[in-house]
């Protein structure tokens, strides 16, 4: 079992940056692949960004590339997630996400609660 709770988020203006921190229980933390999604209101949860267990492999949404970074500490039990020149559109629910499989998705058995983030024009 892995619990995940999540914090950083807030109210930033467009262009900001926020970092979004998820703390994981767990001793096994490095065996999980742990990913970033996000919800809009009345939209999907969409995939964010995603790490692999040893943090050697990385993979982002086309709409946050370049501008997003997912990164991990497992001597932390920790995953992050740095959110440079947000937009509006940024603006959503962010849920951490993990799993003992290879694939972060949105069926990941271990999931967080939340942090909103919003992003003002």
């Known amino acids: 079992q892995v619990q995940l709770v999540e914090s950083g988020g807030g109210l930033v203006q467009a262009g900001g940056s926020l970092r979004l921190s998820c703390a994981a229980s767990?001793?096994?933390?490095?065996?999980?692949?742990m990913g970033w999604f996000r919800q809009a209101p009345g939209k999907e949860r969409d995939f964010v960004a995603s790490?692999?267990?040893?943090?050697?492999?990385?993979h982002y949404a086309d709409s946050v590339k370049g501008r997003f970074t997912i990164s991990r500490d497992n001597a932390k039990n920790a995953v992050y997630l740095q959110m440079n020149s947000l937009k509006p559109e940024d603006t959503a629910v962010y849920y951490c996400?993990?799993?003992?499989?290879?694939?972060?998705?949105?069926?990941?058995?271990?999931w967080g609660q939340g942090t909103q983030v919003t992003v003002s024009s």
């Open positions: 790490i692999s267990g040893h943090g050697g492999t990385t």
């Open positions: 767990g001793r096994t933390f490095s065996s999980y692949a």
């Open positions: 996400a993990g799993t003992d499989g290879v694939v972060v998705t949105t069926g990941a058995p271990y």
